[in-house]
């Protein structure tokens, strides 16, 4: 996470492993898990390329509304701010604070999938060597960020799988 103004209010960026920035992401995937405690969710979505957790309480009412009605699995679409914290034992830990939360079908679910592999492909073989976000990736992630390609592949062949 990093901000390129020192102002308080400048916005918040997820510096992301194929070299771009996100200020709010979209996901969309397979709700695995779902926890309420006093109105507070912590929740579980799966999108082929691993687990994302998404927390919504009483500073996100819409999507702790949409969660409390959303019985998992279930496919959902997400679009929230990314974060981060560190725990007790010194893990950065990201999550995703929800906006929107809304159950899709396996059908949008699947052409998500498939759309978000393609572009990140097209992504990773148009970024500029010289683009600063592509050189802090690389030197955050290191070989992490050449795994992308690889995660990409293996998602479309389990989206193979799963509609065959």
Known sequence: MF?????????????LPS?????R?????????KEE???????RINDSTGNFLVYAGQYQPEAADALRNIDAPAYVAVVGKPKTF?????DVISNVR???????????????????AEDTLERLNLSPEND??????????????????????SALENLDMETQ
């Open 19 to 23: 070299g771009g920035k996100a200020n």
């Open 25 to 33: 992401v979209l996901v969309v995937g397979t709700l695995t898990e």
């Open 37 to 43: 405690r006093d109105g507070y969710f912590s929740c």
């Open 132 to 153: 600063e976000y592509v050189e802090r990736s690389e030197d955050h992630y290191g070989s992490e960020r050449a795994d992308i390609v690889d995660d990409v592949i």
């Open 98 to 116: 929800p906006e929107t939360v809304v159950e899709v079908s396996e059908g949008v679910r699947n052409k998500w999938v498939s759309e978000t």
């Open 86 to 90: 560190e725990s007790d034992e010194g």
């Open 3 to 15: 901000k390129e103004d020192d102002d308080e209010y400048a916005p918040s960026y997820m510096l």
